[in-house]
């Protein structure tokens, strides 16, 4: 597929993309849910994306009950550990990837914790809602890749123990009620100020803090472009919407940013 083979509306608003993205100095691409769905991995904050209808994620995704009965948030967490440890990057993961690699100064900021933008090859990759690939022990704080828990874990729900203490093992993920990890959101805001452009791409912007970062970008004065399914709150002040598959459109974006 290439651009022209999209509606006429949005190969334009396309090139549009492209031309701005080419013009700029210092990206800063904002990632949500949406961009790794294409991947197989549902967003549990979506209502009827199972993992909703089976338990409210607000209520067992959170710090409480992680304390109070860690068995049922790990029972909750299995299914989603498992797609997550399965799921490839897609073509979208992969063109950001590009990006970068293409020097123009990319950094990505993601609400994601699958570790596919990583996977995917990008290196500046600023996770501010934690990760699945590490575990921190809940008494002594040491922390551990989750590799060698997970197999046994999905296979069985065998709960994580830390091997120093035997206390158990939470994974480095923010659940609800948690803070951010403060060193890589100040660095997401820092990267905001210095952007001449963001990108959102697979976020509907319903999550805060991490929703108001467009905000500050624009009133520094750098373009915004916005590529989601679903509205958001910025799309009245972006320089262009597209309301697209983001598999699709992004790599057809990006290659053009690339080879002209
Ligand atoms: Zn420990």
Request: with cysteine; hydrophobic share 40%.
């Amino acid at each position: 597929m290439n651009i022209a083979d999209h509606s006429s509306h949005t190969a334009l608003d396309a090139l549009r993309a492209a031309g701005l993205l080419r013009k700029a100095k210092r990206v800063v691409v904002l990632t949500g849910a949406g961009i790794s769905t294409p991947s197989g991995i549902p967003d549990f904050r979506s209502e009827g994306s199972g993992l909703w209808s089976r338990d409210e994620p607000m209520e067992v995704a959170s710090l409480t009950t992680f304390r109070t009965s860690p068995e049922k948030f790990f029972h909750w967490f299995r299914p989603l550990a498992g797609q997550i440890f399965n799921a490839q990057p897609n073509p979208a993961h992969m063109a950001f990837a590009e990006l970068e690699n293409s020097g123009i100064t990319t950094t990505i900021i993601t609400q994601n914790i699958d570790g596919l933008h990583q996977k995917a090859g990008s290196k500046k990759v600023l996770e501010l809602h934690g990760t699945t690939r590490t575990l921190s022990c809940t008494q002594c704080f040491k922390q551990f890749d989750s590799q060698p828990f997970l197999q046994a874990y999905i296979d069985h729900g065998t709960i994580p123990l830390c091997a120093n203490c035997n206390a158990i093992l939470k994974p480095d993920v923010i659940l609800f009620g948690e803070q951010l990890p403060q060193s890589p959101w100040f660095e997401a805001q820092r990267e905001t100020r210095q952007a001449d452009l963001m990108l959102v791409a697979g976020s509907s912007l319903e999550v805060l803090p991490v929703a108001g970062l467009p905000m500050q970008a624009l009133d520094r004065g750098a373009h915004l472009i916005v590529v989601n399914n679903a509205p958001t709150y910025v799309n009245v002040r972006a320089d262009v919407v597209i309301m697209d598959d983001v598999a699709a459109i992004l790599p057809e974006i990006i290659k053009r940013v690339i080879h002209g």
